[in-house]
């Protein structure tokens, strides 16, 4: 009865890590396809800019987009350290299940 409790978890366990790490990747996919978005928009600005021979306004629109760059990425980075953090939690959990369910086992046996 036991060993079938410790398994029912493990196995309930091992399906909520596998959700959250596709959580995971699925953030990070979305964080560079949004950077990928956003730096062709920029190059396509600088562009405008550079045919205006507006070298102010270029300089100024660089120094903007790095900044924005930045704190998202800092953002970004922030909530993958978090997201990994419950991750590994999830999974030093799992291994917990595994080894109680070995030692279940190996008592049935004795």
Do not use: P
Request: charged share 30%.
């Amino acid at each position: 009865l036991l060993v079938s409790h410790v398994n029912k978890e493990e196995a309930e366990q091992q399906l909520l890590y596998l959700a959250m790490a596709q959580t995971l990747l699925e953030k990070v996919t979305q964080f560079l396809l949004k950077v990928r978005g956003d730096e062709s928009r920029q190059r396509g600005q600088l562009k405008e800019l550079q045919e205006g021979i507006d070298r102010q306004a270029e300089e100024s629109s660089r120094w903007r987009y790095q900044q924005v760059k930045t704190l998202l990425t800092r953002e970004f980075q922030k909530n993958m350290i978090s997201r990994w953090t419950g991750l590994d939690m999830v999974y030093i959990r799992l291994e917990h299940l595994r080894d109680l369910a070995e030692l279940c086992v190996l008592e049935a046996k004795g």
